[in-house]
């Protein structure tokens, strides 16, 4: 098993930066990709951005792309997203997921996941 832990959402204006962090323990050697989700009220969960494990190969939403960047720490098993120039419509609960095969970014790919943390751009 891998345990998932989100740290770093919060309240932000629009415009504004966040840092999401998701801490990894457990079985870490058997992590191919780790991932970002987002959940709206309402809406259905959404693939946000990807990254390969060992790689570093990474893949991004076309509502992000320019936006928000992922990258991990290896050594440290932490994966981060970096949010930038955040929009109302980025609002949401975000979620860290973790994938143990080379397969696609739905949700139902993916094997483990966080609990999730909430952020909130106000306009």
């Known amino acids: 098993q891998v345990q998932l832990v989100e740290s770093g959402g919060g309240l932000v204006q629009a415009g504004g930066s966040l840092r999401l962090s998701c801490a990894a323990s457990?079985?870490?050697?058997?992590?191919?990709?780790m991932g970002w989700f987002r959940q709206a009220p309402g809406k259905e969960r959404e693939f946000v951005a990807t990254t390969t494990w060992s790689g570093g190969s990474t893949s991004y939403a076309d509502f992000v792309k320019g936006r928000f960047t992922i990258s991990r720490d290896s050594a440290q098993t932490m994966v981060y997203l970096q949010m930038n120039s955040l929009k109302p419509e980025d609002t949401a609960v975000y979620y860290c997921?973790?994938?143990?095969?080379?397969?696609?970014?739905?949700?139902?790919?993916?094997?483990?996941w966080g609990q999730g943390t909430q952020v909130t751009v106000s306009s």
């Open positions: 997921a973790a994938r143990n095969r080379a397969r696609g970014n739905h949700p139902n790919d993916y094997n483990f």
């Open positions: 457990g079985r870490t050697f058997s992590i191919y990709a």
